[in-house]
């Protein structure tokens, strides 16, 4: 994922790397990946969408506006409700 962002020309940082589902009373840690440039945001999203997206089923529809996916059937993003346009995996 860094690679992929870094290839994009976004800087970026990944912590929890090889975090776990918790044991006993630990918490769940995710991954997690943060932007250096607040102007980086939307490019990132979508960078990580197209990274996503394969291993979303076929037809998902990518959100330009929020960069959400969505089923195949939505005609507007679930989250910002933005109409969807084209299918990002035909
Ligand atoms: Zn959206």
């Known amino acids: 994922m860094i690679d992929r962002l870094s290839e994009a020309g976004i800087p970026s940082v ?16 995710y991954p997690e990946v943060w932007i250096k440039r607040d102007m980086d945001l939307e490019k990132a999203i979508g960078v990580i969408n197209r990274f996503v997206s394969r ?36």
């Open 55 to 90: 291993r979303l089923p076929p037809g998902t529809r990518l959100c330009r506006q929020c960069g959400e996916s969505n089923p195949a059937t939505f005609e507007i993003c679930w989250q910002c409700l933005t109409p969807l346009a084209v299918s990002a995996t035909d």
């Open 14 to 29: 990944l912590f929890h790397q090889n975090a776990s589902g918790g044991l006993g009373d630990l918490p769940v840690i």
